[in-house]
């Protein structure tokens, strides 16, 4: 049987974390210029940020209801951070002959957005 709260309250987080994605990424990339995916990185480690609050809170509190988790982790977070978008970037700037750059951004997005997400986390957990 369908969750159809869980599923409407993904759904609606989607959109708003998309609409997010499509204006603080744009706006970003635009800022910087250039080839490197920067709108890609800033939305990725953010919404790694966000998701280490969000959980970290959530964790200093007792947990998310089904229904928060669903809209606030799946919905807006899933919805405003962009993997695929990275992975495309990084094959994109590979096909242009620029590995170095392909491989500074595999680095750049792991390392900050881990790291992004770890303290989030360690800064509100105790909340």
Partial sequence: MTDWPGLLAAGAGGFLGAAARFLVGGAAQ????????????????????????????????????????????????????????????????????????ALFNVALQIVLGIGAAAVGFALTRGS
């Fill in 30 to 101: 635009r800022a910087a210029g250039g080839s490197f995916p920067v709108g890609t990185l800033l939305v990725n480690v953010v919404g790694c940020a966000a998701i280490g609050v969000v959980m970290g809170l959530a964790e200093g509190r007792g947990g998310l209801s089904e229904g928060t988790r669903a809209f606030l982790v799946v919905g807006v977070l899933g919805g405003f951070t962009t993997y695929s978008a990275f992975g495309f970037d990084t094959v994109r700037l590979w096909q242009a002959g620029a590995a170095g750059m």
